[in-house]
């Protein structure tokens, strides 16, 4: 009897399938439930990286866009090869097809001599001599004969020669136009990671208001701390003058003739975007609008600024309006200086051809063109 009641008070406290076995069971897994879902929270913030500051917003812009303006040297330089083996090819096609034209030519005398040959040829010269009404002329048909296969022994040799020519210039076009496709892969691989940087560099002035992304982009605070030129006194100025307007009045320095050609062009190129990769009418890069305002009078200059300031060297105290002013330790910007310790350039994707003292970013170099 005593076993059968333990057995029936075991029974009223054990737990039906899916409940708990005491009366706090329903808080208990509310708990439970709040408690992961802390934890869940908690690791979502953890794995979430934090918001940037503006300032470190600003760093990685500035960064991304010294990458981008020197990967847009490297562009540059890149379609510049190209623009040459372009020229280089087309001469070389248009070559084979003069030379082709040529021995057909060629071979076409060839021909007409020897049929005129067999056409008079299996009969004795005696013979003909004999048959000939006029000896005299017969003679003279025999001396041109003979002169013809001169030249004919004289255009099978033009023949090989042009043929040896013309397989040689066909190996070049050919051994051109390969390489001019593995330089527009590079081109195409070029194009890609500059857009990729401005897209980066879009999206983080993207989480700043219009105020911040123009004080971002205007910030004379372009220098990353890699490749800056450190020399005394080339340091930016913090203290500045104020950035003259896009229209503002050039320093009235006096320039030669080509050089105030040149600052001519470029003033017309205020308020004009920056593009990288361009040298105008519409948009310039930094070596684009050096290179077409030294055009406009009458100088080329290479494209890319690594190429730019293999000129004839100025030092900075000799600085003359028109000379072409360098800057950063790997030569990844230049302006066009105009006196009064100021410079035209294109800054930087997001900015205007401007105005700006040399004085902004670490002086590099200076190069004279002309």
């Known amino acids: 009897m005593a076993s059968r009641r333990h057995a029936a008070r075991h029974r009223r406290t054990t737990a039906k399938p899916g409940s708990f076995a005491r009366p706090g069971g329903a808080a208990t897994l509310a708990t439970a439930a709040a408690t992961l879902t802390g934890l869940i929270a908690f690791g979502s913030a953890a794995?979430?990286?934090?918001?940037?500051?503006?300032?470190?917003?600003?760093?990685q812009i500035n960064q991304l866009h010294r990458e981008v303006t020197k990967a847009t040297d490297v562009y540059n330089g890149v379609q510049e090869k190209i623009d040459t083996l372009q020229k280089e090819a087309n001469a070389t096609q248009t070559r084979v097809v003069e030379e082709q034209a040529s021995m057909n030519r060629l071979r076409e005398q060839i021909g007409a001599f020897a049929a005129e040959q067999y056409r008079t040829g299996g009969m004795p010269p005696e013979l003909r001599l004999a048959l000939s009404g006029d000896p005299a002329e017969y003679l003279q048909k025999a001396q041109m004969l003979d002169q013809l296969d001169s030249q004919q022994a004289a255009r099978v040799q033009q023949i090989a020669a042009a043929a040896?020519?013309?397989?040689?210039?066909?190996?070049?076009a050919s051994a051109q136009l390969a390489a001019l496709e593995l330089l527009r892969k590079d081109l195409t691989a070029q194009k890609t990671a500059i857009q990729e940087k401005l897209n980066k560099a879009q999206a983080l002035l993207n989480t700043l208001s219009e105020a911040e992304r123009q004080a971002?982009?205007?910030?004379?605070?372009?220098?990353?701390g890699e490749g800056a030129d450190t020399r005394p006194g080339d340091r930016p100025s913090r203290d500045k003058p104020a950035e003259p307007k896009p229209g503002a009045e050039l320093p009235n320095v006096p320039a030669s003739e080509r050089a105030a050609q040149a600052i001519a062009f470029a003033r017309?190129?205020?308020?004009?975007?920056y593009g990288w990769g361009k040298a105008g009418p519409s948009s310039y890069d930094c070596s684009g609008l050096t290179q077409s305002a030294w055009a406009a009078a009458g100088v080329k200059l290479p494209r890319t600024t690594w190429d730019q300031i293999k000129g004839?060297?100025?030092?900075?105290?000799?600085?003359?309006?028109?000379d072409l002013v360098f800057f950063y330790s790997d030569i990844s910007h230049v302006g066009l200086y105009i006196g009064g310790g100021q410079m035209i350039h294109a800054p930087r994707p997001g900015t205007v051809v401007n105005i700006a003292p040399i004085s902004q970013m670490p002086f590099y170099g200076a190069v004279r063109p002309g």
């Open 216 to 224: 971002v982009l205007q910030s004379d605070d372009h220098d990353t």
């Open 164 to 172: 040896r020519v013309l397989q040689q210039d066909r190996a070049e």
């Open 268 to 273: 017309a190129q205020l308020g004009k975007p």
């Open 47 to 59: 794995d979430a990286e934090p918001t940037p500051s503006k300032a470190e917003v600003q760093a």
């Open 312 to 322: 004839t060297r100025v030092d900075k105290s000799q600085l003359q309006p028109g």
